[in-house]
């Protein structure tokens, strides 16, 4: 079993900053990267932003220059600094990982989702 907890989602106004962390724990053999999705009301989760073990990022146009992903590989955690906040980055935020079980079995796990708001 694998658990993903996220926290740090909350209300914020406008031009405003968040910051989301997410820790892995459980049957962890390797992790092979960690990230950030988002939904909003009526749409799909779409990629935020995830970096790889090695620090590689990878970022939604929407993201570069605002949000910054970072990851602690000790503490199996991942991290989601968001700033310049906009009412069109308003959704439910779920940490991913994709990591291996054992030497040969990896999969995808997600958290359970915070809710970010940003409106005055």
């Known amino acids: 079993q694998v658990q993903l907890v996220e926290s740090g989602g909350g209300l914020v106004q406008p031009g405003g900053s968040l910051r989301l962390s997410c820790a892995a724990s459980g049957n962890i053999f390797r992790i092979i990267a960690m990230g950030w999705y988002r939904q909003a009301p009526g749409k799909q989760r779409k990629l935020v932003a995830t970096?790889?073990?090695?620090?590689?990022?990878e970022y939604i146009d929407s993201a570069k220059g605002r949000f910054t992903v970072s990851r602690d590989n000790a503490k199996n955690m991942v991290f989601l600094q968001m700033s310049a906040l906009t009412p069109e980055d308003t959704a439910v935020y779920y940490c991913?990982?994709?990591?291996?079980?054992?030497?040969?079995?990896?999969?995808?796990?997600w958290g359970q989702g915070t809710q970010v708001t940003v409106s005055s």
């Open positions: 970096i790889n073990a090695g620090g590689g990022t």
């Open positions: 991913n990982s994709r990591l291996y079980t054992t030497y040969n079995q990896w999969s995808d796990y």
